[in-house]
């Protein structure tokens, strides 16, 4: 198949849809498939050499118009080539394909709401979306997008993500297909993986008895740390363990919120790491209490790894969770005492032994392979009904 993938920006180093675009041209280049991109930067050495690159000189302006404009000179591009298929990756509109890897903006902004405990604070906030700019042009772009002429196939990667479609749009199965996110289980493979979780916990001065549970995440704020803070401190004092805060460097908020509420010395707060995989090894389970994840990687790397994982009903990745086997799934981020009690029974080492088998097998499971052989399967579909028409 002639196939087009349209993104601003394909850097994959920065991580996220750019390295995820990487990967899907790469694998769809080596089965065959003609792969075109619609870009205004991108790095060729990361991407097949076969790759048809079709520059989009795009001026730069306000946040909240950029995505309009990168948008419009897509649907030109496009329009005076011919693709079996074509997809959209973020905040464009029109092609056969539209594949919202962060979910639906309305959905993200109402749940952003929720990381807000106080509802004085929560009103607020929502007030202040009324004076913001690119929150009122994505939200006119996302309706564009979705009930505008084109009624493009939408791939969503979680029956979260889904239901928001419904939700927010009315929009019903028959547009969406469910192909969950995934990664290759097998950038977690290590040999010296004991030797690389003793060296890592060394780092840390912790023993390899103390039971230690992973946070990783850039945005604290809608990840749920400030909650995880709050539920350590409701796990019982005389159960040792450790919570390893990665991501984001800074920390001093999260620091004191930890030593008001005497549970300092639970924390090891390791800023940022380019590759976190030795906090995984270190680690022996993931806690993720966040507010909202169309469908979280850091839960699928835990799983790879062995780690069962504690997270929210609002992440989509908990669909692929066999609870309580290789993890548990809290209704609300706040709720310091259901927080706390999952934690604890991640500290009973029987528990944390069964559950690594399951996580494993639930992470081999869904494989990038098989996310890609569906993805395909999309696309398939996608091209015999243009063909057919």
Same mark, same amino acid.
């Given at each position: 198949m002639n196939i087009a993938l349209?993104?601003?920006?394909? $850097?994959?180093?920065?991580? &996220?849809?750019?390295?995820?675009?990487? *990967?899907?041209? !790469? !694998? $769809?280049?080596? *089965? &065959?498939?003609?792969?075109?991109?619609?870009a205004c930067r991108w790095d060729a050495s990361s991407l097949p050499a076969s790759t048809v690159f079709h520059q989009l000189d795009v001026p730069s302006g306000p946040r909240f118009l950029r995505p309009w404009r990168f948008g419009a000179a897509v649907e030109k591009a496009l329009s005076a080539n011919r693709h079996d298929v074509t997809v959209g990756f973020d905040k464009t509109w029109g092609q056969d394909v539209l594949y919202p890897q962060g979910g639906l903006h309305a959905a993200s902004a109402a749940h952003n709401r929720r990381k807000f405990a106080n509802p004085l604070v929560r009103f607020v906030a929502s007030a202040a979306k009324w004076f913001d700019l690119a929150a009122w042009s994505f939200a006119k772009l996302e309706r564009k997008q979705y009930l505008g002429e084109s009624k493009s196939v939408v791939v969503v990667n979680s029956r979260m993500v889904l239901g928001h479609f419904a939700q927010f749009y009315g929009i019903g199965p028959d547009r969406l297909r469910v192909v969950h996110s995934a990664i290759d289980p097998g950038r977690f493979a290590a040999a010296d993986r004991p030797a690389r979780r003793f060296a890592e916990r060394r780092r840390w001065e912790v023993p390899d008895d103390t039971p230690v549970g992973l946070f990783v995440a850039m945005n604290y704020r809608l990840k749920g740390l400030a909650p995880l803070i709050r539920a350590a401190a409701t796990v019982p004092k005389d159960k040792p363990f450790k919570l390893a805060i990665v991501g984001h460097p800074k920390v001093g908020k999260y620091q004191r919120l930890a030593h008001q509420l005497g549970v300092a010395d639970r924390f090891l707060f390791l800023g940022h790491r380019n590759d976190p995989k030795d906090s995984y090894f270190a680690a022996d389970f993931l806690v993720h209490p966040t507010f909202y994840d169309p469908c979280s990687l850091v839960a699928l790397e835990a799983l790879a790894c062995g780690l069962p994982v504690i997270t929210t009903k609002y992440n989509g990745a908990s669909e692929l969770l066999d609870v309580p086997a290789n993890g548990l799934v809290i209704d609300d981020p706040h709720d310091a005492s259901a927080l706390g009690y999952a934690i604890d029974s991640m500290l009973d080492p029987a528990y944390r032994s069964a559950a690594r088998e399951s996580a494993l097998t639930a992470a081999a499971r869904w494989t990038f392979d098989q996310h890609y052989q569906a993805l395909l399967a999309v696309f398939r579909e996608v091209a015999a009904r243009k063909t057919a028409a």
């Open positions: 349209c993104y601003e920006s394909v $850097l994959p180093a920065r991580g &996220g849809a750019e390295t995820y675009i990487g *990967d899907l041209a !790469r !694998r $769809l280049a080596a *089965d &065959g498939h003609e792969v075109h991109l619609y």
